[in-house]
Structure formats: C-alpha cells, structure tokens
C-alpha cells in the first residue's frame, strides 16, 4: 500500500494538474496519456530494481546459493521473484492498452474515466503482490545482516558438537565478538572473524553446532554449518570437549567425525583437544585414549588446548595456517595456470668456482668512524627499560626530569588554586586529631551525665506556664484550621484595620486561661478609649455659603447616569435602554463602541486557487 501511494502522489507531483474540458481534444488526450505513461514507468522502475538488486541463485557462489536455500528455501525465493517479473510485464501492458485507447477518446469526461481505470488496474495488480513483496523484504533484511564470507580467501572453519568451546576458540584468536554461554546452540547462524598471521589476513568462520543425526533431519541451524563445509576451502579445526561438559560422549563426538567426514575431503584438518584445563586426554581411560592416539596415527594433528588458559591456542593457529598454505601451494602447483607463471620466472644459481672463502669487504675508513663513534659511557636508562625492570611497582614520575635553578624542589607539591585561592591554606593537617580529642571530650560529658534532662527541678509556676503555652498553641491551631475551612471570596480586611472590641479581647483571653479582671489602667484599655473618643462624630455645622460660582456647583453635581433623569422610574427606565442597545455589539464580539472591524467569513487562502480532490468545506 505504501509503494502505491508514494508512486501515485509521484505521480500527481511530477506531471502537470490542470486541464479544462474547453482545450482541443489532443491537448486533453496527451494530458491524460502522460499520467499513464508516467505511472507505469515508476511502477516499472521499482520492480526492475527489485528483480536486478536480489541476487541471482545461478550466478552467485555455490556456497551463497546454498546458503540461501537452507535459509530462505530456493523455489520460494525463485517464485516470488518470478510474480514480481510478471506484475511488471501485465503493468506495461496495461499501460500499453490504455494509451492506445485513450487515442480514441473524445471528451475530456472519457479520458478521465480511461485514465482512471488504467491507474486502478495497475494498482490491483500490485496490490495482489502483497505476499512476495513481503516475504522479499524479509529477506532483503535477512540478507543485510548476513556476515561477509569470502569463499576464495585463506579460511579457518570451526566446527563440533555444540558447547564444546568453538565461539570461545574464535574470540581468542580474532576481533569477533562472538556470543559465549553455557548451554547449547548459543550460535544459531554463521559468524565470521578476521585475524593477521605472516602479514596476511585470514578470515575464521564460527558455526552452529552440529548433531549426530541423519541430513535430511537436521534443522536450518546446522545445515549452515554443513553448507559452509561443503563449500569453503579452508583448514577445518574439529573441536572435540575432552571433559565432556557439553552433554555429549567422545564416542558420541567421535561418530559425529566419522559422519560428516567426506566433507572434510581434500582439506587440512586438525583435532582441537578443548577444555585440557579441566581434563588432559592423558587423565582419560584407555578406550578414549585410544580414539586420539588413532587420529595420530591416521596423520591427523592432534593439539590440547584451554580457551580459558590460552594454552594452545596459538598452537592451534599457527599449525592450521601453515597447514592450510602448504595445501594451497600444492594445489595452485597441480593446476594449469602454474606452467605459464613458472614459464616467465628464472632463478639463477651462480656455481661455485673454488672453495676460498670471500666475506663481506668493509672499507678501513668505515670502520675506524664506527670505533670513534663508541663510548665507554654506561647507556642512559630509559622510561621503558625502568618499566620492564620495576613490573606493577612502576610509577611514571615526569616532575624528575624537571629542569628548576633548584634541584630539590623538583618533588615539591604543586599547589592547587580555585578562584585566586590556594587550597592548601584552607586545609588544617591536624584535623583528624582534632575530632578525635573533641569526640574523647563528648563522650566524658555524657557521662558525667551533663545532657541529661533536668525536669524534675523545674517548679510549678513554670509547668502551669507550659501547659498555658501548650494551650494556646492547640488554640491558635484550630483557628488557622477555622480560618481554612471559611469560604470567603470578597476582599479581606487587614488585621490593622480591623478593630477588636475589648469585650471580645477580654473573652478570649479568660477562655485561654489569663486573668482579665482589674484591667482598666492596661494599654489596651488606655487605647481603646482614646480611639473611640477620636472617631465619636461631632455635630455638623451650618456650612457657610458658597463663595464662588463654581464651587457651589461642584458641590450640588449629581453622577452623569443622574443628570436629566426625573425621578426613580425614569432612572431604570433609562438603564433598560442602555443595556439594549449594547445588546448587538456583545454580540458581535466588539470591544467597544468604536470597533468597526468587519470579519472576514471567506478566507481567500482557503478558498482560492486549485481546490485537491475530497471535501470543500473549511477546517
């Protein structure tokens, strides 16, 4: 569905959109063509790029055909490619009909139609790919993460039972990073390492494990593992679990070896001897000795090693790769091309004339500069030399090579500032005893019983005090708690405005447990005395008359909403109105009487131009 939709907004982006029934019939006919045309050129182009990128099973490597054939299953593989040539070619003929009777179309109306019906049939055709398309990106994923093996090139192959130490051998002598565990069929595919040895590269190849069973049983795991036997020339390393850790007898193993051992035909082979760290074949009982001691005579190698000790490996490694450059010589020796090589070689021999002996001559004037040259001085010991001599000792101290006008102050410290402050001023060196004498001291107080609490001496004037104290802040507790609970929206008065009454002061003051009697002579008595006597209100003087004209009329201005009204009825009667009138203009939204903005209800963005195919009203 996505290739489809991607082709056809290519489609709609990439050829010209518009078209009117009025133009000469050919303009119209070629319009429409070339959508057509346009379509089955993308579609086409896709579907050759698939059928050219997937590998061709005839022409790759056997080994890869194989390989692909145990994991994606060959005659699948051939048939979806296979309906993907033939979407294709229908797509292209499609195309071709279309355009061919598009030629007869005599309005814009049927060429349209045609056009449609084109695309339509192009787009059912590879709706109907779904499934190959599907199981070939599978396997284009698949492929992608498939390690590169090169099946010419100089190979280790590692094979066995499972568990018996292969991915760990692999990890040892190259820079793969192979999954190791303690159970079996850890590696499920192929993976591939490459290390350096008489400077060339060599490629090490880690299978799956292999179970003694018949071929046509064994599972899409091994069958990796047998297909890269069968195919890669290289020196196979047998890997065989002395200790028999990983589940399975050396007889067991050794039946497995005789089982596949056609497929080690004509290639080096080495028995790996793994897991010597937890049994050496000399510790074995003479019946598994003795399958050893006929590999040895059969001229097979027989190598102990330990992965986890490294014993061996090296061994191992050396021995196949020599093994494996040997055969590789002896077989470019036997093969054709190497008469024509050998034709264009010539290495001469000189013989010898006489036996007197002819060294090397080296002029006198050479040899008395190379004595000039030599000191008697002892050698300077290096950095490196110290290193080797001193092992895990060794320190690399530079400040010792430090060239200073004073050589002993070449180990002082150096001091360390932070923001213009030299740290080492803020940092006392007897601290620690300091703590520890300060502690000493604690620990005496405690028990002389200094901290301990002395409430028994307190009197009962100083209890009644503290439960006065307790009192009051339960009390002033629950108020704050009161206050909380109060719903008020208004605006709050401040506490300095608000007047307590002295009776209500009294009152709360007795209820917390004071004595309020004879209390006339206190500061709030004086004080509420005082006020009441400023705010009493005194009796209001006949106002003199009015001096000037504009004073008496300030005076006498009634409010605006007032002036003119007659009386009460007249008042409301005029409010009413007023509200009215402002009736449409909050309807409208406006901000005030002088808002004239007028809205535009047909935005030209939305409403202009080129309108695209599906529904005209506005978001």
């Not at 590169?148 to 190259?174: A, E």
């Amino acid at each position: 569905q996505e290739f489809i939709d991607i082709t056809l907004s290519k489609t709609q982006r990439k050829t010209p959109t518009v078209i009117h029934k009025h133009y000469q019939i050919h303009r119209i006919r070629h319009f429409y063509m070339r959508k057509v045309k346009y379509t089955q050129q993308n579609y086409h182009d896709r579907l050759s790029q698939i059928l050219t990128d997937f590998p061709k099973l005839d022409d790759i490597h056997p080994f890869y055909a194989d390989l692909m054939n145990v994991l994606y299953d060959k005659d699948h593989y051939k048939l979806a490619l296979g309906q993907i040539n033939i979407a294709k070619n229908l797509i292209d003929n499609v195309a071709k009909d279309y355009v061919r009777l598009m030629k007869y179309g005599d309005s814009l109306y049927r060429c349209k139609q045609l056009k449609r019906a084109a695309l339509g049939r192009m787009c059912t055709i590879l709706k109907r790919q779904k499934q190959s398309l599907e199981y070939l990106e599978q396997v284009r994923q698949h492929l992608s993460r498939l390690p590169t093996i090169d099946p010419n090139t100089r190979t280790l192959l590692l094979c066995g039972y499972p568990n018996v130490g292969k991915s760990s051998f692999i990890n040892k002598v190259t820079r793969a990073d192979v999954e190791v565990q303690p159970y079996a069929f850890t590696t499920k595919s192929l993976f591939v390492g490459h290390m350096d040895y008489k400077y060339l590269r060599w490629q090490v190849v880690d299978t799956p494990g292999i179970l003694d069973h018949p071929l046509e049983e064994r599972n899409t795991i091994e069958m990796q593992a047998i297909t890269a036997l069968a195919h890669l020339r290289s020196a196979v390393l047998y890997v065989m679990d002395v200790s028999e850790q990983c589940g399975h007898t050396l007889e067991q193993q050794l039946e497995l070896f005789n089982n596949i051992r056609p497929l080690f035909a004509n290639k080096p082979l080495i028995i790996v001897a793994n897991k010597c760290d937890v049994k050496r074949i000399s510790e074995l009982s003479e019946e598994n000795q003795k399958i050893f001691a006929d590999f040895t005579a059969e001229g097979i190698p027989v190598v102990e090693t330990s992965t986890l000790t490294d014993e061996g490996v090296i061994k191992v490694k050396t021995e196949a790769c020599d093994k494996l450059l040997a055969h590789r010589v002896d077989t470019k020796m036997k093969g054709k091309k190497v008469q024509d090589v050998l034709n264009r070689l010539h290495l001469a021999v000189p013989a010898k004339r006489d036996e007197k002996e002819r060294p090397p001559f080296i002029p006198e004037g050479a040899l008395a500069r190379r004595k000039a040259m030599e000191v008697d001085a002892p050698k300077r010991k290096l950095e490196k030399d110290l290193e080797m001599e001193l092992g895990d000792d060794y320190i690399l101290d530079l400040q010792k090579y430090w060239d200073l006008m004073n050589a002993e102050e070449k180990q002082d410290i150096i001091p360390e500032i932070w923001e213009g402050h030299n740290i080492a001023d803020y940092i006392d060196p007897d601290i620690m005893k300091k703590l520890e004498e300060l502690e000493k001291e604690e620990e005496l107080k405690e028990k002389a019983g200094e901290y301990d609490s002395d409430e028994e001496l307190e009197d009962e004037e100083m209890q009644e005090t503290r439960q006065l104290a307790k009192q009051i802040r339960e009390k002033k507790k629950l108020k704050i708690l009161a206050s909380k609970e109060k719903d008020v929206h208004g605006p709050r008065m401040p506490r300095t405005i608000k007047k307590v009454e002295r009776k209500t002061l009294e009152k709360e003051m007795g209820s917390l447990g004071l004595d309020m009697t004879n209390k006339d002579e206190s500061h709030y008595a004086l004080q509420a005395r005082r006020s009441r006597s400023v705010t009493r209100k005194r009796k209001r003087e006949a106002s003199e008359a009015p001096t000037s004209r504009t004073r008496s009329q300030s005076a006498s201005r009634p409010p605006r909403d007032v002036s003119g009204v007659r009386d009460t009825k007249m008042l409301k009667k005029v409010k009413t109105m007023m509200k009215n009138s402002q009736k449409e203009m909050n309807r409208m939204g406006k901000k005030g009487e002088a808002d004239r903005h007028v809205f535009d209800l047909k935005p030209k963005h939305l409403l202009a131009g080129k309108r695209k195919s599906g529904t005209t009203d506005r978001r």
